[in-house]
């Protein structure tokens, strides 16, 4: 009885890519249905497996993004909460610490995509704060 030869799996895939260049060089790829075209449906796909994940994010009820896309949504908060307040006086006070906020956590984020949250402008937000109706 003969044995098989062993093959290594780098030599199954120097061949499967040789295989796949030959046909693409052949044009083999070019007359397949729905080329040059998205793939349908592939949101669909990913939505129906993460989907939970992406709802827990939107309703803001997961502490698992990272630290710098939490950092935009503590400070979205904080504007609404900031927008909310009776007096300049507050409101000054609050942004101030908001930016505390900010600085802090744009020098400390040590993992995720790097900050881009920039301080708040104290003038937009007391324009904004008038707007709403308070004096």
Do not use: Y
């Not at 093959?7 to 295989?19: G, P, R, T």
């Not at 927008?83 to 409101?91: C, D, G, I, S, W």
Request: aromatic share 4%; proline share 6%; charged share 30%.
């Amino acid at each position: 009885m003969s044995e098989k030869p062993v093959i290594s799996e780098k030599a199954w895939q120097l061949m499967a890519e040789a295989k796949i260049r030959n046909a693409m060089t052949e044009g083999d790829f070019l007359d397949l249905p729905g080329f040059g075209k998205p793939v349908s449906a592939i949101d669909d796909a990913v939505d129906a497996e993460m989907g939970w994940i992406k709802d827990e994010l939107v309703r803001g009820e997961s502490d698992a993004l990272p630290p710098a896309l939490d950092l935009k949504r503590q400070v979205a908060r904080k504007l609404l909460n900031i927008l909310e307040l009776k007096t300049k006086e507050e409101v000054v006070v609050a942004v101030d610490q908001l930016n505390d906020i900010i600085n802090s956590a744009n020098v400390n984020i040590k993992w995720g995509p790097p900050s881009t949250t920039q301080p708040v402008e104290l003038d937009a937000v007391l324009h904004r704060w008038k707007i709403r109706g308070n004096r």
